[in-house]
């Protein structure tokens, strides 16, 4: 379903429906245990966000990123994406979503 979608809307050229789907895929992959899949998925998808300016899409690909790696072990990296997941949910006034991700964040210091 994720393919035929992001078929479609490639064919109309509608680069929000891409990432919507990519995300999606990437959320799913993540699900699945598909790892680099997801991570690929997320990379699709963040791009095409930049593309059309939408931070709240980047935001909320960036902590689907940020759970892939956290549950990875790979804390560096999870802190990095909950990072810009808070700067960004900040910056669109989602202040509860960026207290979220920083809220990871703390998590995984407590960690190492």
Do not use: C, F, P
């Amino acid at each position: 379903a994720y393919g035929e979608a992001l078929r479609l809307y490639k064919q109309v050229d509608d680069r929000l429906g891409q990432a919507d789907v990519q995300s999606g895929l990437g959320d799913l992959e993540s699900q699945l245990g598909r790892n680099d899949a997801a991570r690929a998925a997320y990379g699709d998808a963040l791009t095409l966000y930049k593309q059309v300016d939408n931070r709240l899409g980047q935001a909320n690909v960036q902590r689907g990123l940020g759970d892939l790696e956290s549950k990875l072990g790979r804390n560096d990296e999870a802190r990095k994406a909950y990072g810009e997941a808070a700067v960004l949910y900040g910056e669109i006034g989602l202040e509860s979503y960026r207290d979220s991700a920083l809220t990871a964040i703390r998590e995984l210091n407590t960690q190492k």
